[in-house]
Every structure is written in structure tokens, then in C-alpha cells.
């Protein structure tokens, strides 16, 4: 078994659920985060727009078989890719 993890953009989240459906992974578990980065996020509150340095996305959290672990990581991938932007990914061996 090995448990996989991605930090997701809350828009791509539906994106990311229905490849994972597709990809036959029928549970995970989702929680919304916050991280703190160079990226700014513009929230507005009674027609005011605040700037902040903490970013909302949603963590993926997922624990599939051996033989699913390929498959599962370019789900994510190929549904959570934004085409103007550059991609990170971090994958731990164990």
C-alpha cells in the first residue's frame, strides 16, 4: 500500500475527483488547507480587496495498491495541470 498526496487548487478539485473516479479510485479524503507562499491571493470582503500571502488549496490524500500508484499520480496530473503555469511535483520513495 502506498498513501499518495497532492496540493490541489480548490478549481481544479472537481477536475481531480473525476479523473480519480475514472482511474477506479473510488475513496479518498480531501481536506482544505492554507499555505503561505510568494503567490498572492486577492479576497474581497464588503466590496474591499485584501491582498494576503495565505493561499487556499485542497489536500488529496489517497492510499491505493502498488499496481495503482501510476495510474493514480497522472490522474492527478493530468487533471489538476494548469497550462500556464510551471509544475512542481514531489514523489517520495517509500
Known amino acids: 500500500m502506498k498513501k499518495i498526496e497532492a496540493i490541489i487548487r480548490k478549481t481544479k478539485f472537481e477536475d481531480v475527483k473525476d479523473a480519480l473516479l475514472e482511474a477506479d479510485i473510488e475513496w479518498f479524503s480531501y481536506y482544505d488547507v492554507r499555505g503561505i507562499g510568494k503567490a498572492r491571493q486577492g479576497r474581497i470582503y464588503r466590496g474591499v ?6 493561499i ?3 489536500l488529496v490524500s489517497i492510499v491505493v495498491r502498488e499496481k495503482n500508484v501510476e495510474k493514480t499520480v497522472q490522474a ?11 509544475r512542481t ?3 517520495h520513495p517509500h
Not at 76 to 86: C, S, W
Open 56 to 58: 487556499e488549496r485542497i
Open 76 to 86: 492527478i496530473i493530468k487533471a489538476a495541470h494548469r497550462r500556464d503555469r510551471r
Open 89 to 91: 511535483y514531489f514523489r
Open 49 to 54: 480587496v485584501y491582498d494576503t500571502s495565505s
